[in-house]
């Protein structure tokens, strides 16, 4: 049965104004929380530990909480609309369990668990990866504590991914070095940093509900317990490379090209991370998704148009991937001296 404003309860308000975001400095989190920011619409409360350096965005107001006391996050979240979860995968693994849970007792209706992944309805993939099983988890956890969930289904992030090294999308630039899996060719489905920030903004500065049945506007209920699909590109790494040459205004020769077998390379990664070592998970997270036969591409259930999510430059989002890696390598000699 459909749900509308009109039949809720006196005091319903019918927007997300109070958005409560854990890692709102980190990768993602700090492009959703500037986001969310820039619509005016939005209050945006970051959960952050005591003594955290991270830097946040301007605008941010700060709820300090301890993660050994649950009575800390149930007064950090008191009152907010919406849980917004954005963790590392070296969180220790009952964080987000906790923090749903002090989510449904301090009454929040609606949480965006850790995902921020490929097409959860590609189950495969899901659990080839070893994602899918955890993501799934997740997401009913939440479902039990009677709330619901908008989960992001957007593929790498591209940026992110091409400057991360050569255990995601092949590039080395320090190297001048790419490693192609397979022939190169299959493509897969990508999306910025900031499309992805800028797609949570748009989902959450939406009506919740529909006023009554003549009501027909988007609103967030269209993607309560669904997935936000989203895209920025369709891309091959020969497509990524091609943009790279563009970008640094090199060709072929400046580069070493080698191949390597993609299930091979699926399979060395799945065998480092069995063995305890999670250096091996880049490997087989960014190779399975290169099957040939059963890619990582979801260009059918993009909902860019329905967003009104802007076309983007994919010149500028390799530049913006180079730079980066260059910030990445900055940052690791500076911890290292």
């Known amino acids: 049965m459909p749900e509308y404003a009109k039949d809720q309860l006196t005091g319903f308000k019918n927007a997300i104004e109070k958005v409560a975001i854990?890692?709102?400095?980190?990768?993602?989190?700090?492009?959703?929380?500037?986001?969310l920011l820039s619509t005016g619409k939005h209050t945006v409360t970051a959960l952050s530990r005591a003594g955290s350096t991270n830097t946040l965005p301007i605008g941010v107001q700060i709820a300090t909480v301890d993660y050994a006391d649950e009575s800390t996050l149930i007064?950090?979240?008191?009152?907010?609309?919406?849980?917004?979860?954005?963790?590392?995968?070296?969180a220790p693994r009952d964080t987000h369990s906790k923090l749903v849970q002090?989510?449904?007792k301090a009454g929040i209706r609606y949480v965006m668990?850790?995902?921020?992944?490929?097409?959860?309805?590609?189950?495969a993939l899901g659990n080839d990866t070893l994602l899918g099983p955890v993501a799934k988890a997740q997401r009913?956890?939440?479902?039990?504590?009677?709330?619901?969930?908008?989960?992001?289904?957007?593929g790498f992030w591209y940026d992110y991914s091409l400057g991360g090294g050569e255990s995601r999308f092949?590039?080395?630039?320090?190297?001048?070095?790419v490693t192609f899996y397979g022939d190169g060719d299959v493509k897969v489905s990508g999306s910025t940093l900031a499309q992805v920030g800028r797609a949570v903004a748009r989902v959450l500065s939406l009506k919740v509900l529909p006023e009554d049945e003549r009501d027909d506007g988007l609103t967030l209920s269209t993607w309560l317990n669904k997935g936000v699909y989203v895209k920025s590109f369709i891309l091959s790494q020969k497509d990524m490379f091609d943009s790279v040459k563009r970008v640094t205004g090199t060709t072929d020769g400046d580069w070493t090209i080698t191949h390597e077998d993609t299930k091979k390379r699926y399979a060395d990664g799945l065998a480092q991370v069995k063995k305890g070592n999670m250096a091996g998970f880049?490997?087989?997270?960014?190779?399975?998704?290169?099957?040939?036969?059963?890619?990582?591409?979801?260009?059918?259930?993009?909902q860019n148009e329905l967003l009104d999510l802007p076309e983007e430059s994919l010149d500028q989002a390799t530049e913006a991937g180079i730079e980066l890696e260059k910030e990445l390598k900055k940052r690791i000699e500076r911890m290292a001296a």
């Open 75 to 90: 007064a950090a979240l008191q009152n907010q609309d919406f849980l917004i979860i954005t963790m590392s995968p070296t």
């Open 170 to 177: 092949g590039f080395d630039f320090g190297k001048r070095a």
């Open 102 to 104: 002090a989510a449904s």
């Open 113 to 123: 668990p850790n995902g921020y992944a490929g097409d959860i309805e590609h189950v």
């Open 140 to 154: 009913e956890e939440i479902e039990k504590l009677g709330m619901k969930w908008v989960t992001v289904c957007c």
């Open 22 to 35: 854990v890692g709102a400095g980190g990768t993602i989190g700090t492009h959703i929380t500037t986001a």
């Open 282 to 302: 880049s490997k087989l997270l960014y190779a399975r998704a290169f099957y040939p036969e059963d890619p990582g591409e979801h260009s059918a259930k993009a």
